[in-house]
């Protein structure tokens, strides 16, 4: 019996020594695997920077050689991810006065000055939001170990705000050429050394594209079974060039069009959305339709931080169709300043004014706009845009004086009115308000308003919709409703009695 327990307990302690064995095997292949599988910092270190969802500054690389060892383009792809990927946790660092990431991304001696930096704002209440929007790097040398690189970046772009207490003391951007030294680490680059060796003020003046738009009688489009989806499942190019003819028909010569942000993937744009856009365009070229694409639609976020992102979407739907012979102008945003009091009127208008700048360095044949929600804001950026757009939606009455108004103060711009309009509804929720014979009757007016002063217009919309997103006035249905029945065509494809007046008095 003695023997029988002594074999049973050697074998569950040969069992137990085998399930360790094999455990410590299973780690130790799992961690050699994942070293030589190339190892992702983000999971690594407990920062978990995503620089590609999160930080995307306009990179150029100066490729003429350097003194010292040759570096191969996926070096120079790792140096250039590691040090932008300082930059952003430096950007974060220096917004919430914490020293989270620093360590991870800069070395001992790079910390200390940082660290003095970040004590001495917390202590007396100051931050700064910023961020950097251009790079220009240069491998001046690369050491024979591999260890050791000078990086240059010449005419860095960088924004900033600094804030006391809550409150901004400052605004600047800067154009600032830096020397760096970086040393490899742990299979990563981390910054050693930093010296800003120049900097001036960015020169943020923007040449004017001139057009002429006198002759511009347009609407705003979306079709009719899938508004403000329009690049979707259900996309239909036939439905579309048929919506394109009868707006040519009805006397009207160009449309409004709008991208929507995220819809378009955002910073890395679908390129499906590209082609179904790139057939829209083909559509109205053919049918001789001239078109204005807003660029931001649902979007509503301006923190510094997500420029670079935003950017990149612009960057890339402006280098896709500059070209075009359809594009009459770009349209940055819709509506920014309804913005104002959730984001700051300052964020808004910083950057917009930045937006604008990018499209003119794509873009120098098509003029550029803000779809402004109404009369009072259309004067901001009035000295960067080619042609100031607002929109109308006030008392028809006041509509002719304001507008001579904003003329007054508006004297070397083209100004179209870009949006205006008023639904037929009448139910539930707006008894006796509307009717078809009351939008008919508005138009009619504002009609003569137009070709009296030689307004250019666009107006909201051709088709009555279905259904109205809740992303686009909520789900009440008193406002949800109403916004049903702008078109000039009815749901059911009718004309409605305003048709007459969709393109003259």
Do not use: C
Request: hydrophobic content about 35%; charged content about 30%.
């Amino acid at each position: 019996m003695v023997k029988t327990n002594k074999r049973i307990l050697r074998g569950v302690l040969m069992l137990t020594y085998l399930v360790i064995i094999g455990i410590l095997l299973f780690l130790v292949s799992s961690v050699f695997s994942f070293l030589n599988t190339g190892a992702d910092r983000s999971k690594m270190l407990h920062t978990e920077v995503k620089k590609v969802e999160q930080y995307l500054p306009k990179v150029t690389w100066v490729l003429d050689g350097n003194e010292g060892r040759k570096i191969s383009q996926q070096k120079i792809k790792a140096v250039e991810n590691d040090y932008l990927d300082a930059w952003y946790v430096k950007h974060i660092a220096y917004k919430t006065n914490t020293r989270v990431g620093i360590e991870d991304y800069f070395t001992e001696s790079a910390r200390e000055n940082i660290y003095n930096i970040l004590d001495y704002n917390k202590l007396n209440k100051i931050s700064i939001e910023s961020t950097t929007l251009k790079h220009n790097l240069d491998i001046e040398f690369f050491s024979e170990d591999g260890q050791l690189i000078v990086l240059k970046d010449k005419n860095a772009l960088e924004y900033k705000k600094v804030f006391k207490d809550n409150k901004l003391i400052l605004e600047t951007t800067e154009v600032s050429t830096y020397k760096y030294v970086l040393l490899l680490e742990d299979g990563f680059w981390r910054i050693r050394h930093m010296v800003k060796e120049s900097s001036e003020k960015f020169n943020s003046t923007v040449l004017k594209t001139p057009i002429n738009i006198t002759n511009i009688k347009g609407i705003n489009y979306y079709p009719q079974a899938t508004p403000w989806n329009m690049y979707g499942d259900d996309f239909d190019i036939n439905i579309i060039k048929n919506d394109f003819r009868i707006i040519k028909k009805a006397g009207l010569n160009s449309i409004r069009i709008f991208v929507p942000y995220e819809d378009f993937g955002k910073a890395n744009v679908n390129y499906k959305k590209l082609e179904k856009l790139k057939k829209v365009l083909d559509t109205a070229l053919e049918i001789d339709i001239k078109v204005v694409i807003t660029l931001f639609d649902f979007y509503g976020n301006y923190d510094v931080l997500d420029w670079t992102l935003n950017q990149r979407h612009t960057e890339k739907v402006v280098e896709t169709f500059k070209d075009h012979e359809a594009i009459l102008a770009w349209d940055v945003k819709n509506e920014p300043n309804l913005d104002f009091n959730s984001r700051g009127k300052e964020n808004v208008t910083a950057w917009l004014d930045f937006m604008i700048i990018l499209i003119k360095s794509i873009d120098k044949k098509h003029p550029v706009t803000i779809g402004w929600s109404n009369v009072e804001s259309a004067t901001i950026l009035k000295d960067k845009v080619d042609v100031v757009s607002f929109h109308y939606y006030e008392d028809l009455n006041k509509f002719e004086s304001e507008y001579l108004s904003l003329k007054e103060k508006i004297k070397d711009t083209p100004i179209i009115l870009q949006e205006f309009g008023v639904s037929s509804y009448g139910g539930l929720w707006r008894p006796f308000v509307g009717s078809q014979e009351k939008q008919a009757n508005y138009y009619k007016k504002i009609q003569k308003v137009l070709t009296k002063n030689k307004i250019p217009f666009m107006s909201w919309t051709l088709y009555d919709f279905d259904d109205v997103p809740k992303e686009v006035l909520g789900r009440l249905p008193w406002r949800t409703n109403p916004q049903k029945k702008f078109g000039f065509i009815s749901n059911t494809g009718e004309k409605k009695l305003s048709y007459k007046y969709i393109s003259k008095e």
